[in-house]
Nanobody, 114 residues
Framework: QVQLVESGGGLAQPGGSLRLSCTASGGLIFSFTSMAWSRQAPGKQRELVAQITGGGNAKYADSVKGRFTITRDNAKNTVYLQMASLKVEDTAVYYC???????WGQGTQVTVAS
């Protein structure tokens, strides 16, 4: 079955950077699958942060536009989220998912604090 495994979360200072990775396995035709990153902060609704088609076309939430970059390496079945100029309000659990919502990763905590 399909598994999405995230890595790369942790603690960063405001203004700092982190890169999240998500590797897919288990039968997903990755290169044809649109992928996305969502996040959920305590007490807030889950938010779609960034999405990318199999061909590499990306879209972003207004809250992260210009600061976050989603990319993918289809040869490695991996999607990345490069986060820069981090803000305290970026603190959340970040989830990798297929864009259609069929599959989700377990989530990785990102904490931005000084």
């Amino acid at each position: 079955q399909v598994q999405l495994v995230e890595s790369g979360g942790g603690l960063a200072q405001p203004g700092g950077s982190l890169r999240l990775s998500c590797t897919a396995s288990g039968g997903l035709i990755f290169s044809f699958t649109s992928m996305a990153w969502s996040r959920q902060a305590p007490g807030k609704q889950r938010e779609l942060v960034a999405q990318i088609t199999g061909g590499g076309n990306a879209k972003y939430a207004d809250s992260v536009k210009g600061r976050f970059t989603i990319t993918r390496d289809n040869a490695k079945n991996t999607v990345y989220l490069q986060m820069a100029s981090l803000k305290v309000e970026d603190t959340a659990v970040y989830y990798c998912r297929t864009m259609d919502g069929s599959y989700w990763g377990q989530g990785t905590q990102v904490t931005v604090a000084s």
